[in-house]
């Protein structure tokens, strides 16, 4: 049982190139959600999905696709980087009003 | 506009004392909260919950208080020890949402 997993660990882009942040997690948990962590904001809440086909809005949104097609994953997409998303990004799933973390990605656009 | 609000971003505790983090909120819907520890380079674990229908919930050596009517809660940690130095996230949900609210975080410090 991995929990949550999330790839990659850290990566740079270059300011309008396009990457996916891969979550996935094995507790077969239906509530996902995609965070990013910067400094002296806290955990700002992305995406989130309660079920396969099934996603909303968080609170900043803009400039992050999602998509849910299986339980299992939630993959999370930047379709045209800029540096304003330079920031830790946590998915997390979610059980009985517990989120499960995973060990996030530090993404750096130049 | 933060709903949930950790007023102290750094605090510092000599080991064996007791630690004290603070949080507020605002949404009056909130009706479950729990706090969150964060190591350098980890994603957030859960520490402990509490539900508005109580206003204690004690787990080992941590515990979280709840004031519904000061829309406050605090986590105290006693005896403190080193391994508690992390960053602890204050976070709130409510109205049948799954969604969490997280406050900005305080960085405790114990020193030896």
């Known amino acids: 049982n991995a929990g949550v997993t999330q790839t990659p660990k850290f990566q740079v882009l270059k300011t309008g190139q396009s990457m996916t942040l891969q979550c996935a997690q094995d507790?077969?948990?239906?509530?996902m959600s995609w965070y990013r962590q910067d400094p002296g904001m806290g955990l700002r809440l992305i995406h989130y999905?309660?079920?396969?086909?099934?996603?909303d809005q968080g609170e900043v949104p803009n400039g992050y696709n999602v998509s849910r097609s299986t339980t299992e994953d939630f993959p999370l997409r930047l379709l045209s980087a800029a540096p304003s998303q330079t920031s830790v990004y946590f998915c997390?799933?979610?059980?009985?009003?517990?989120?499960?973390f995973g060990p996030g990605t530090r993404l750096l656009v130049l | 506009d933060q709903q949930v609000k950790q007023n102290s971003p750094s605090l510092s505790v000599q080991e064996g004392r007791i630690s004290i983090l603070n949080c507020d909120y605002t949404?009056?819907?909130?009706?479950?909260f729990l706090w969150y520890k964060k190591y350098p380079a980890e994603g957030p674990t859960f520490l402990i919950s509490?539900?508005?229908?109580?206003d204690k919930n004690e787990d080992g050596r941590f515990t979280v208080f709840l004031n519904k009517s000061a829309k406050h809660l605090s986590l105290h940690i006693v005896p403190s020890q080193p391994g508690d130095s992390a960053v602890y996230f204050c976070?709130?949900?409510?109205?049948?949402?799954?969604?969490?609210?997280f406050g900005t975080g305080t960085r405790l410090t114990i020193i030896p």
């Open positions: 997390a799933s979610t059980k009985s009003e517990t989120q499960y």
């Open positions: 507790m077969n948990h239906e509530y």
């Open positions: 999905s309660v079920g396969a086909g099934i996603t």
């Open positions: 949404n009056s819907m909130f009706d479950y």
């Open positions: 509490i539900s508005s229908i109580k």
């Open positions: 976070a709130a949900s409510g109205g049948g949402n799954e969604k969490l609210t």
